[in-house]
């Protein structure tokens, strides 16, 4: 039965509550009369003394007026003295017996008060009602005890204790509400033990409960002023429902039912807490539905208690505040508090959720296998459980002793999700627990599970305490939300930070700037367990270390990370201690994209050690088959202190991919170790291990230093691919894959090792180590399996692909070699694989072993730049280049590629080395006619050139192509060597006849340094069509000497296809040159010069030709002329005119020498100079 109070009541009074029931005691003694008024008339009320009711003697009540199915008695008196016994008759047909006081004097009901039958029992006395320690009720239907000034029937008549005098009532049914006079503020009060089977509810002015209450359907405790609850150390307070429990205070309810072990509120359905104001709550409570804490309009309301309440529900939980000592929330359902909750202290009272008591609830299991003791009397802790399963939640309905066994409540709640919606946590103690959880003990039928907080503050600087900062564990079957901050940090460096746990079964979401931060002395341990873990607008994860303890490490365990909007994921060491570790494992991907909306803040994964910190940053590991890092964003490891940066390792069991850059084009995505600026301490190494990895549009994967400390080494093992690709959308960053030392840095660089079946590098991109300081530069080690290809340049063709190790102008230091190891090496469109210095430190080496074919091969689209494989001494250098080694059956060099050991400086150029154990090829011109393909070592500056060496089997020169050993400057040009096995074949000219096919040693125009020597060892040597075979100087350098070894034949034949060029096998001085010509040797079996070739030494300038000896063991033969008999064949050494400079001395030795079909064999002069000696020393014929 439901009783309504009216909303429209005014409470007056001014007498404290327990000050007017001690008054009122003392005024009306438990021994007065039940004294009957006249307000009924001839149907009064009759009392009969002594009369046996259910085996007892016993006052009877009866008469009163019977109105259908209720019985009206009045009484101006009425008091049930100690131990006494008053029954009401209980006619039949009657369901309800309504009783009101009408005098002015308060009711002690110190025995026993019942009804001989199953009618419910309604009394009222606007005076106050009093149960005192011996109080029972004997009822087997309900009791409704109130101290309204009427009872309010459907039809809007009362049966009203203070107007007793109204007409008679009528035919009513059951009563439905109350109403109050404007001043009565009357009391009920209860120290003693009253239970019904049915409803039981005391509604008054004001409620004070000492005693127990039990009530086998709905308990209603309703004042409309104050209801107060107390129990002792040797009383228990109970109030037990086996239905709804509702207790509602208008303007205040006060709770203090601690004392006693056995003390609590208990209902088999929902239990309500209700007040204008905030509810004073210390108690154990115990629903079979729903907790629900409210104001009088049914929104949410506050709890507040000083010690540590206990609520236990089946179903959900529902406050708008709490603040107070340690709060455990069991739930079968749902929690919700979206307003603030403040721990201010743990409950010394022992009367929480710890070991000691309640060990089973004490000790929980996470979802992540690890153990944790929730203890409320030792620790400041908000424990919120919900979803669990009945069992372990218990039902205290058939614990509580033999009064509340009597009570039949009947639990039967159906509980929807285990959703925990919290607003704003904190504690204001330190070493706090907060614990959020709906995985303990869990009821898996219900739906749902999610759990979002906005708020938790365990920090020292929130809690305004000192010392060691609170804990944070949440733990979700389903997903989570966090929406403002989580802080366990302790700021003023005295405590540790403390810890937090973030578990969930679903997605863990962190939106609009949330922050999860546990800092301090040693930094606060993070653990992130979830399916798809998301930053977004902002948000951060970050764990300082601000002491000299070490950091604990931040861990996050998802399938899916995402972070997005500028948000982070950071782990720092601010002071002397070293930082913890970042490791993030996710089974399906992480991605780390985009910026903040304002394009300042790119989002990130980062560990590091903070300017001003000595201790070392943590290491970063991400364990995942996907690593997407996108627009802008940033993985790393860095140093901007004495500390060194840690370790970043990335294993990936399919794809990293590094893209792009920021939409405004300020951030480039970046994935690297790095010692920053003014940093001594090292970088840490970047180690990716991966099927395969993407770099492009302008991202970045690097190991660097910008400060004193060293760079860390850059180790990519990717067992299926490596590909650099392409520039930004602008086309100003190309992606660079690279180990370097930058400007003003004195740190070395660290070295780059790649590992993988395929290397990749195209359209503008860089994979290189390089020095822009005083440090030198790293070691580039490529292991491909399959194949390195390097290829094209940038969409707008301003940057070209670049395989490289380098020294950048104005560094010091040395470049670190490169060495290249694979089946085939591509080097196209115009893309470069280089050593080379541009500054004063040294280039390093480049060793390539293909073991297949190295090619390279075109020019860039615009056909401005030829692909490059190449050792330099750049312009505006000093330092050496280093050596260029090629290791391959097949080098072939076409379409106006260029393989070079250069010098433009002052340094010296690398030597140029080639081992091709089956042919080297350079071929014909660029597709626009007018790049050559070139293979050379050249002097271009003050520094000499490097030797060029060239071991194979056959080398082929060919349509216009150009092998050759040059100095254009002061230093003098290197030699150059070829060692061919079978065959040296120089042939032919470029299709517009532009470029002759040409193999030289030269000293070129203007340039003071000497030609090196030209040295072919081969069975044969075919120099035909036009083709040249050529020591020379064009300066005042001397030219080098040609010496040809052929085991079998030289054949110098035939004239170029357009007949303009004949066929060359000589050592010149040109026009113009001061300095003398080389000797050319040749020692064959056979000397063949045919169809307008020429052999022959001479001078066209100052410097004396040189001497040609030929020494055949066979056969010398110079036969005809070219095809339209415009040149003819021609040995000789020869004064050409204007020169002044003496020919050389032509000797000739061979069994045989036959001049036939117009050929010449000569010395002689056309100039000023003289002509040198010819001497043929033919052993069988001339």
């Not at 007892?56 to 006494?84: C, K, Q, T, Y």
């Amino acid at each position: 039965m439901l009783l309504k109070l009216n909303n429209s009541l005014t409470i007056g009074g001014a007498i404290p509550l327990i000050a007017w029931l001690a008054y009122a005691s003392l005024t009306n003694p438990a021994e007065a009369q039940i004294t009957p008024d006249n307000t009924l008339g001839n149907e009064s009320s009759v009392v009969t003394p002594n009369v046996d009711v259910k085996g007892a003697l016993a006052d009877l009540i009866e008469g009163g007026v019977i109105r259908d199915i209720n019985l009206f008695h009045s009484f101006l008196e009425f008091n049930v003295p100690d131990r006494g016994r008053v029954y009401f008759a209980n006619p039949v047909g009657i369901e309800n017996i309504l009783t009101r006081v009408t005098g002015n004097n308060l009711s002690n009901i110190l025995g026993t008060l019942g009804v001989d039958g199953a009618a419910n029992l309604f009394l009222l006395n606007p005076n106050g009602i009093v149960f005192g320690n011996n109080a029972q009720l004997d009822v087997e239907g309900s009791f409704f005890g109130s101290t309204a000034n009427s009872l309010v029937f459907g039809d809007g008549s009362e049966f009203s204790a203070a107007n007793p005098n109204q007409p008679p009532l009528l035919k009513v049914s059951a009563p439905l509400g109350l109403q109050y006079g404007a001043n009565y503020t009357g009391a009920i009060a209860n120290s003693g033990n009253l239970a019904v089977p049915e409803n039981l509810t005391l509604a008054g002015g004001n409620l004070n409960l000492q005693g127990q209450l039990y009530a086998g359907g709905d308990l209603r405790l309703q004042a409309e002023n104050a209801v107060e609850i107390n129990d002792s150390v040797a009383q228990q307070f109970i109030a037990a429902a086996g239905g709804e429990l509702e207790i509602q205070g208008n303007e205040s309810v006060d709770i203090f039912a601690l004392n006693h072990p056995d003390s609590g509120l208990f209902a088999g359905g929902n239990l309500v807490l209700r007040s204008a104001n905030t509810i004073a709550g210390d108690a154990h409570y115990w629903s079979g539905g729903s907790f629900r804490i409210e104001k009088l309009d049914g929104s949410l309301g506050s709890l507040f208690s000083p010690n540590d309440p206990i609520a236990r529900s089946l179903g959900d939980v529902e406050l708008l505040e709490y603040t107070g000592s340690s709060l455990h929330i069991l739930a079968g359902g749902s929690v919700s508090i979206p307003g603030t909750v403040e721990i201010t202290q743990a409950d010394e009272t022992g009367n929480t959720i710890n070991p000691t008591d309640t060990p089973t609830w004490a000790q929980v299991t996470l979802s992540n296998g690890s153990a944790l003791v929730i203890d409320g009397t030792a620790q400041p802790t908000l424990d919120i459980r919900a979803g669990m399963n009945q069992e372990a939640i218990g039902n205290p309905l058939n614990l509580t002793g033999s009064n509340f066994e009597s009570v039949e409540g009947s639990i039967n709640t159906l509980p929807e999700t285990a959703d925990i919606n919290v607003g704003q946590i904190s504690l204001k103690a330190p070493e706090g627990l907060v614990l959020l959880t709906n995985q303990y003990e869990s009821n898996q039928s219900l739906s749902g599970g999610a759990i979002e907080v906005e708020t938790i503050r365990a920090d020292d600087t929130f809690g305004e305490f000192i010392g060691n900062s609170g804990s944070v564990i949440i733990d979700s079957r389903d997903q989570m939300t966090i929406t403002n901050r989580i802080d366990t940090s302790s700021d003023s460096g005295l405590g540790r930070g403390g810890e937090i746990k973030l578990l969930a079964y679903g997605d863990i979401s962190l939106i609009n700037g949330a922050v999860v931060t546990a800092t301090g002395n040693g930094g606060g341990g993070i653990e992130i367990l979830g399916d798809r873990v998301s930053l977004t607008d902002g948000s951060r994860i970050f764990s300082d270390t601000t002491g000299s303890a070490t950091g604990r490490d931040v861990l996050v365990n998802a399938n899916q990370l995402m972070i997005t909007d500028g948000s982070a994921i950071v782990v720092n060491s601010r002071s002397d201690g070293m930082g913890g570790n970042l490791i993030v494992n996710a089974s399906e991907l992480v991605e780390v994209t985009g910026t903040s909306a304002d394009g300042e803040s790119p989002s990130s994964l980062e560990a590091q050690a903070v300017a001003g910190s000595t201790g070392n940053a943590g290491n970063l590991t991400i364990s995942t088959p996907r690593l997407l890092i996108a627009e802008g964003a940033q993985v790393s490891n860095s140093t901007l202190a004495p500390g060194a940066g840690g370790n970043l390792t990335i294993n990936a069991s399919e794809l990293v991919e590094v893209t792009g850059t920021s939409a405004n084009g300020e951030f480039l995505s970046r994935l690297s170790a790095r010692a920053n600026q003014g940093s001594t301490g090292n970088a840490g190494n970047l180690t990716i291990s991966s099927p395969k990895l993407l770099i492009a549009e302008g991202a970045v994967v690097s190991t660097s230093t910008l400060g004193s400390g060293d760079g860390g080494n850059l180790t990519i093992n990717a067992s299926e691919l490596v590909e650099v690709i392409g520039t930004s959308a602008d086309g100003e960053p190309r992606s660079f894959l690279i180990a370097q030392v930058n400007p003003d840095s004195t740190g070395n660089a660290g070295n780059l090792t790649i590992t993988t079946p395929k290397l990749l590098i195209a359209e503008g991109s860089q994979v290189s180590t390089s020095t822009s300081g005083s440090g030198d530069g790293g070691i580039l080690t490529i292991n491909a399996t399959e194949l390195v290809e390097v290829t094209g340049t940038s969409a707008d063709s301003s940057v070209r692909s670049l395989l490289s190790t380098q020294v950048n102008p104005g560094s010091t230091g040395n470049a670190g070699n490169l060495s290249i190891n694979t089946p085939t090496l591509l080097i196209a469109e115009g893309a470069v694989v280089s050593a080379g210095t541009l500054g004063r430190g040294n280039g390093g080496n480049l060793t390539i072993n293909a073991s297949e074919s190295v090619k390279v091969r075109g020019t860039s689209a615009d056909g401005e730049f030829g692909s490059r494989l190449s050792v330099q001494a750049n312009t505006g250098s000093t330092g050496n280049a280093g050596d260029l080694s090629i290791s391959t059956p097949t080098l072939v060099i076409a379409e106006g590629a260029v393989v070079s050991a250069s010098t433009l400086a002052q340094g010296a150029g690398g030597n140029l080395i080639i081992e091709a154990t089956e042919s080297v090829q350079v071929i014909g011109r660029s597709t626009n006619g007018e790049l050559r393909s070139i293979l050379e070592a050249r002097a271009q500056g003050k520094g000499n050139a490097g030797n060029l060496t060239i071991s194979t089997p056959t080398l082929l020169i060919t349509e216009g192509a150009l092998v050759d050993a040059s100095t254009f400057g002061e230093g003098a040009g290197g030699n150059l060597t070829i060692n061919a096995s079978d065959l040296v074949e120089v042939t032919g000219t470029s299709a517009n006849g532009e470029f002759l096919s040409r193999l030289s040693a030269r000293a070129n125009r203007d340039s003071t340094g000497n030609a090196g020597n030209l040295t072919i060892s081969s069975p044969k040597l075919l120099i035909a069509e036009g083709a040249v075979v050529s020591t020379s100087t064009l300066g005042s350098g001397d030219g080098g000497n040609l010496i040809i070894n052929a085991s079998e034949l030289v054949e110098v034949t035939r004239t170029s296809a357009d007949g303009e060029s004949r066929s060359f096998l000589i050592a010149q001085v040109n026009p113009d040159s001061t300095g003398n010509a080389g000797n050319l040797t040749i020692t064959t079996p056979k000397l063949l010069i045919a169809e307008g070739s020429q052999v022959s030494t001479s001078t066209s300038g100052s410097g004396d030709g040189g001497i040609l000896t030929i020494n055949a063991t066979e056969l010398v033969e110079v036969t005809g002329t070219s095809a339209d008999s415009s040149v003819r064949s021609l040995l000789s050494t020869q004064v050409n005119p204007g020169s002044t400079g003496n020919a050389g001395n032509l000797s000739i030795n061979t069994p045989t020498l036959l001049i036939a079909e117009g050929a010449v064999v000569s010395a002689g002069t056309l100039g000023r100079g003289n002509g040198g000696n010819l001497t043929i020393n033919a052993s069988e014929s001339v």
